[in-house]
């Protein structure tokens, strides 16, 4: 009997996608994996940070000052304390690291190669 249910919903699915694609509108296994793309992009701070690593900008020595007037260019407002803890479990991740600046006694962070 269940096995009877599970052969109904796959044709009805299949029916569906085929309505779907004689529409001209996007089948179901489609937007599946549109909503899985979207779901792996970070967002928040993480995202904010992802994007400027991706964009090369940690690939020098970098202050949290030179970081927030930079995010702030490409749109992107976040508290400071926000930023800071992100940097840190970058860095615990192993992904940044950290040095402390001899002149102005501030942590540059750079993306570990």
């Known amino acids: 009997m269940e096995n009877n249910a599970q052969k109904i919903a796959e044709q009805?699915?299949?029916l569906v996608d085929e309505l779907a694609t004689?529409?001209?509108?996007?089948?179901i296994k489609k937007q599946k994996t549109q909503k899985r793309e979207s779901a792996s992009l970070p967002k928040g701070a993480t995202g904010?940070?992802?994007l400027l690593t991706e964009d090369g900008f940690f690939d020098a020595p970098?202050?949290?000052a030179t970081i927030m007037e930079k995010l702030k260019e490409?749109?992107?407002y976040y508290p400071q304390t926000s930023i800071s803890m992100n940097l840190l479990n970058l860095t615990k991740r192993r992904i940044f690291n950290r040095l402390k600046d001899k002149?102005?006694?501030n942590w540059l962070y750079v993306l570990r190669k």
């Open 103 to 105: 002149d102005t006694k």
């Open 22 to 27: 004689m529409s001209g509108g996007v089948s």
């Open 12 to 14: 009805i699915k299949n």
């Open 74 to 76: 490409i749109g992107r």
């Open 62 to 64: 970098r202050d949290i």
């Open 48 to 50: 904010a940070l992802t």
